[in-house]
């Protein structure tokens, strides 16, 4: 019998697979194309580092900002021992979403791994808790980069609230590979589509 890593060695190797930028990443200009409602918005964002600063018309700016910085965010280098590996956790679970492992952190977090890939991430915060289903990855060198993956989000008393399914796609430029197309498909109160686009993106000397 092979025994099971531990906790903290399996969720390390799982992180460590998926690709980051480099700390200096110096930022990009970029035109941004934007769907929202049957209707596409044309403006440009500029990030400066891992920030975006975005011009649309207002409304739908706020909410191209958002996902931009969640694509930036996410895509910042932190090394594991300063980020989920601070914290006491265990394994705690086996099956078909493969590996799970509880942390000991501010958000009962629970993380599932399966085949060295992150399968599952579930966080709990004062407004309610979400899960975050990554369904499949593409293969950038020996790294990984999110492909399609679910949001669900509910509220403190357990109630669905609102699933959300993104799909995230990435282009070479130089050394680097950055976001080109996010496309987000929420299920709510009723059915929303926002498509962001980014063209003749240009990366800062």
């Keep these: 019998m092979i025994e099971a ?18 700390e200096d990443f110096p ?17 440009e964002v500029e990030a400066e580092g891992f920030t975006p ?21 996410h ?25 799970g492992i509880a942390l000991e952190d501010p958000f009962r977090s629970r993380i599932w791994v399966k085949e060295g890939r992150l399968c599952l991430i579930e966080r709990h915060l004062p407004q309610g808790s979400f899960r975050i289903h990554l369904e499949s990855w593409k293969e950038v060198g020996e790294k990984l980069l999110p492909h399609r993956f679910l949001l669900v989000q509910r509220d403190p008393q357990g109630r669905l609230l609102k699933v959300e399914r993104f799909r995230d796609e990435y282009a070479p430029f130089g050394p680097y ?11 709510g109160e009723g059915l929303g589509v926002l498509v962001l686009r980014l063209e003749d993106l240009e990366v800062k000397a």
């Design 5 to 22: 890593p531990p906790a903290w060695v399996l969720l390390k190797w799982a992180r460590e697979r998926v690709y980051t930028l480099p």
């Design 27 to 43: 930022g990009f200009w970029a035109r941004l194309n934007v769907h929202l409602d049957g209707v596409w918005y044309v403006g």
């Design 53 to 73: 600063r975005v011009h649309l018309p207002q409304g739908v700016q706020d909410l191209a900002q958002k996902e931009l910085v969640s694509l930036l965010g």
């Design 75 to 99: 895509r910042r280098p932190v090394p594991f021992a300063e980020g989920e590996g601070r914290y006491p956790m265990r394994l705690f679970a086996e099956g078909p979403l493969g590996t």
């Design 177 to 187: 590979w950055l976001p080109v197309e996010r496309e987000v498909v929420a299920e």
